[in-house]
């Protein structure tokens, strides 16, 4: 079975601090991707990586910047946390295959972010 | 940028009873896959269907696929009390393999 894991299900930071949320997934997928998660407006993508190193922009990448040195290993920083960004944080990863959306994705358990 | 819209938005039931979820979406896709999300958790993948398919089966769940109308149903028959989630449908987005939600049905089935 697929596992993802993220560093943390709760999390309580102040604004201002830089938050490091990590994500593990064992099955040597290519792909892993953030996505936050806010009611009614379902998931938006933040950051997209498709191999080691690399990454591109999603949606709403304002705010927040990502780290893959290890395949296994996905990380989304905010540099100066802020009110708006509190939220929940998923974490997904899939094989890279066709690259044409086909991709099961596999996700972790989330981590609620809370700024205050 | 929201390409797939569940209807409803809620959807309350008791149990034994059918529950269908709709999905529409935007622009010409391959492809259209359906995730369950219990409350506070991760999403897990349910279903695919491709293009050419008009009709697909996993146990009692059966998802249709109208490309025309760009539409999707997802049917979840003889409901339980462990299918309350929030249903989503997703859809391929650009180039590489990104996926792009939609809002989601919330499912309440009741004893």
């Known amino acids: 079975d697929v596992k993802v894991t993220q560093s943390s299900r709760y999390l309580v930071k102040r604004t201002g601090e830089k938050v490091f949320l990590e994500c593990v997934q064992d099955?040597?997928?290519?792909?892993m991707f953030w996505y936050r998660q806010d009611p009614g407006l379902g998931l938006r993508l933040i950051y997209f990586?498709?191999?080691?190193?690399?990454?591109e922009k999603g949606d709403i990448p304002e705010g927040y910047s990502v780290s893959r040195e290890k395949k296994e290993r996905f990380s989304l920083i905010l540099e100066s946390a802020s009110t708006n960004q509190t939220s929940m944080y998923l974490c997904?990863?899939?094989?890279?295959?066709?690259?044409?959306?086909?991709?099961?994705?596999?996700f972790g358990p989330g981590t609620r972010l809370l700024v205050l | 940028s929201q390409q797939g819209e569940e209807d409803p938005q809620a959807l309350s039931i008791q149990e034994g009873e059918n529950a269908t979820m709709n999905c529409s979406y935007k622009?010409?896709?391959?492809?259209l896959q359906w995730y369950r999300q219990n409350s506070g958790r991760g999403l897990v993948h349910l279903i695919l269907?491709?293009?050419?398919?008009r009709e697909k089966h996993s146990g009692r769940l059966r998802v249709t696929l109208d490309t025309s109308k760009k539409s999707s149903s997802l049917l979840i028959t003889a409901s339980r009390a462990a299918d309350t989630a929030s249903y989503f449908c997703?859809?391929?987005?650009?180039?590489?393999?990104?996926?792009?939600f939609g809002t989601g049905t919330r499912l309440q089935v009741t004893l």
């Open positions: 997904a990863s899939s094989l890279l295959r066709t690259g044409l959306g086909q991709e099961t994705q596999y």
């Open positions: 099955m040597d997928h290519e792909n």
């Open positions: 990586s498709y191999d080691v190193k690399m990454k």
């Open positions: 622009t010409s896709i391959n492809n």
């Open positions: 269907i491709r293009s050419n398919e």
């Open positions: 997703a859809t391929p987005t650009g180039t590489a393999s990104k996926l792009t």
